[in-house]
């Protein structure tokens, strides 16, 4: 299945989902960033590729306002080329609004991820040649006081429908780029595409995550970086 058409089925299949405290707040950017989101994909997701890189789910100041995984504003329009408008989110918090492009606040895992790209490749077309970067979900949870809430920290009454949707659209995914290699960017997401393709021929590792709150990504995630594709076999310029 094309990779639009297996966003879409997703969006609609998480749409039915209801979650219970302490979620308070859901956004789904494949709804109102739907045209942003559409935009990377027709751009540079099209036909196979041989690394997928595989995120947890969107941050408040990445994909939530940019439609983009690990969407650092500055990077998804000025270096991947994504201009298309957002929209608002059903029910938006006000702790976490949501600007689009306009939006001033950096996604520190956004900028890490990016502009590791950008340094090691120069241009989106030789990165996207080889790589596609996707999150594992694409909702974002938030508490009442506006705190992140990720996917692994659901009961798990409710992370299981969660897990089963995404489990199976991950594997459309693969199905289509038909990867060499699957690297999580996190544990989390290694472990979840672990179950999701258990008997599918494709290398799956995990890559140290970029968020500030890693202390070890705080000493240099690019050059960690470059040392895990590195021993993984990717060349990455």
């Not at 994909?41 to 947890?56: A, I, P, Q, T």
């Not at 991820?113 to 490749?121: E, T, V």
């Not at 060499?180 to 996190?186: L, Q, T, Y």
């Given at each position: 299945m094309e990779p639009l058409r297996v966003a879409r089925a997703l969006s609609e299949t998480l749409a039915a989902l209801r979650f219970k405290p302490p979620v308070a707040c859901v956004y789904n950017p494949l709804e109102y960033a739907w045209d942003a989101h559409r935009q990377y994909?027709?751009?540079?997701?099209?036909?196979?590729?041989?690394?997928?890189?595989?995120?947890?789910n969107p941050g408040p100041w990445g994909m939530a306002q940019t439609g983009v995984p690990f969407g650092e504003v500055s990077l998804v329009r000025d270096w991947i080329g994504v201009t298309a408008a957002v929209n608002k989110p059903k029910r938006e918090h006000p702790k976490r609004p949501v600007q689009g492009?306009?939006?001033?606040?950096?996604?520190?895992?956004?900028?890490?991820?990016?502009?590791?790209?950008?340094?090691?490749?120069?241009?989106?077309e030789r990165f996207f040649e080889k790589f596609f970067v996707i999150n594992y979900c694409p909702l974002m949870f938030m508490e009442e006081s506006g705190r992140n809430l990720t996917p692994d920290k659901l009961p798990a009454g409710e992370r299981a429908p969660l897990e089963s949707a995404c489990d199976r659209a991950l594997r459309e995914l693969a199905s289509y780029y038909k990867p060499?290699?699957?690297?999580?960017?996190?544990n989390f997401a290694a472990d979840r595409a672990r179950e999701a393709l258990s008997g599918v021929d494709v290398g799956i590792h995990s890559l140290l995550h970029p968020s500030p709150a890693n202390p070890q990504a705080n000493k240099g995630w690019a050059a960690a970086a470059d040392r895990t594709f590195r021993t993984l076999g990717v060349v990455a310029n």
């Open positions: 994909v027709e751009r540079w997701g099209s036909g196979r590729r041989d690394v997928l890189l595989v995120g947890m492009l306009a939006c001033p606040r950096r996604e520190v895992s956004g900028a890490r991820l990016w502009g590791w790209a950008r340094d090691s490749f120069r241009t989106p060499r290699m699957i690297i999580g960017v996190g």
